[in-house]
């Protein structure tokens, strides 16, 4: 799993880019971002981005799915993979 503190900064980064306000301060690991419109495409990219900046790991193309991405309970899976796979320790 990535650290607490990682995942605080995800919930906050997430939070900042709600549309909804409200929504916000009730975005929980297991809220379905996508399905709920709470993210758009240009926020996956920088999501992706900040994962990529604050882990220094890379998110292959074949990676961004709906899947990985529709939690940040499955975006944590995701990371753990991919930091399995590069032999990236955890931050």
Do not use: C, W, Y
Not at 38 to 45: G, K, N, T
Not at 60 to 87: H, M, S, Y
């Amino acid at each position: 799993r990535i650290p607490m503190l990682f995942k605080q900064e995800l919930l906050s980064f997430l939070q900042d880019r709600v549309v909804d306000a409200s929504a916000a301060d009730q975005l929980s690991e297991e809220e379905p971002l996508l399905e709920r419109g709470l993210i758009d495409s240009l926020a996956l990219l920088q999501l992706i981005t900040f994962i990529e900046e604050r882990l220094h790991l890379r998110v292959p193309d074949q990676e961004v799915t709906l899947d990985n991405f529709q939690t940040v309970a499955t975006i944590d899976q995701l990371i753990q993979r991919l930091q399995a796979k590069n032999g990236t320790p955890s931050v």
